[in-house]
């Protein structure tokens, strides 16, 4: 079935929460549900319309993957707090990495994410709470993705054929699977989520794993977590729409201490976007560029070379898995 798009110049945000918070209680009616959040703009607002429209029957959680940056558990939860949703951090590390091992198509390293995250995990979490349904954040732009072939999205199911309620034992239900990310912020804005939150750089799914070449392992993820911190620290003020660091598979020939070391990889990307369907590279100064490398070679262990993404989507897609 066509998802009918509500492009952002049509879209009323107040009258859309009205009625998804409506949607999500007929749908649940008495039963409960529970939702992911990972702190990322889609998955707060979904959290926040479920919230709103069951209260206490809606039980969040945090996956912790090992697959996230810096402190975003605790980052998360502390957000929520504020706006008085209680999260609970599930610690997943070892299931999602014993999933990704010695896994290295980009395509596979998805679907063991998608099987380690509904089947294991969620399944898990389903059989303990009786829940019958799971809201997320699903948005057009996933679901264009997925089905055009381009890359799968770990939340992307039915749409693919995937039942979700035969497949893992409960119903997934998708408030924003017809905004792209402009209208989920300004729907994120009418339910009061702060700025912090609604103006946060997209994420995928698959977190840090889609920022590794080659094999994910928690050594490997350790170091583009570091580097994406840098990253994410240096163009704070950029105004890009998404900036992020790459660990790529092949080792490179460098030099320290006059000795030769041959060392790891690291490549910066930086987009200017609107809706993550097109994207251009930012036009970062030299100085930039040259403070990025010199902090990423002398703060993260084993790099010897970084290099920036100059090439536009398409052809070139905004994550590298």
């Given at each position: ?20 918070i409506?949607e ?19 998955s ?71 099987q ?26 996933d ?67 889609a ?111």
């Amino acid at each position: 079935m066509k998802i009918k798009e509500i492009k952002v110049k049509d879209l009323e945000p107040e009258k859309f929460v009205k009625e998804k918070i409506e949607e999500i209680s007929a749908i649940v009616g008495s039963d409960s549900a529970i939702n992911a959040l990972s702190g990322g703009v889609d998955s707060s607002t979904v959290t926040m319309l479920g919230h709103k429209a069951l209260g206490d029957r809606l039980k969040t959680y945090f996956i912790d993957s090992g697959l996230m940056r810096e402190d975003e558990p605790e980052r998360v939860v502390s957000l929520f707090e504020k706006v008085g949703v209680k999260v609970e951090v599930v610690d997943a590390q070892k299931q999602f990495f014993d999933a990704l091992k010695s896994i290295t198509d980009p395509e596979e390293k998805r679907e063991a994410i998608t099987q380690t995250f509904y089947r294991d995990v969620f399944g898990k979490l389903v059989r303990k709470n009786g829940a019958k349904f799971l809201l997320q954040g699903t948005i057009l732009t996933d679901v264009d993705e997925t089905v055009a072939g381009i890359k799968r999205q770990h939340n992307i199911l039915e749409q693919l054929g995937v039942d979700p309620e035969k497949e893992f034992g409960y119903k997934i239900i998708e408030p924003l699977v017809q905004l792209r990310k402009d209208g989920v912020r300004e729907v994120a804005k009418a339910l009061g989520l702060p700025a912090l939150a609604y103006n946060k750089a997209p994420f995928p799914g698959p977190a840090l794993a889609a920022r590794v070449i080659g094999e994910v392992t928690p050594e490997r993820i350790a170091v583009v977590r570091k580097a994406t911190a840098i990253v994410e620290e240096e163009l704070s003020d950029s105004g890009a729409f998404q900036c992020m660091a790459i660990l790529h598979e092949d080792r490179v020939t460098g030099m320290r201490g006059g000795k030769r070391e041959y060392g790891m990889q690291i490549e910066i990307r930086s987009w200017e976007s609107k809706d993550a369907r097109t994207a251009t590279p930012t036009r970062l100064s030299y100085d930039i560029l040259e403070r990025l490398s010199e902090r990423i070679t002398g703060e993260v262990t084993g790099v010897v070379s970084v290099t920036y993404n100059i090439t536009k989507k398409p052809p070139s897609t905004m994550e590298a898995v």
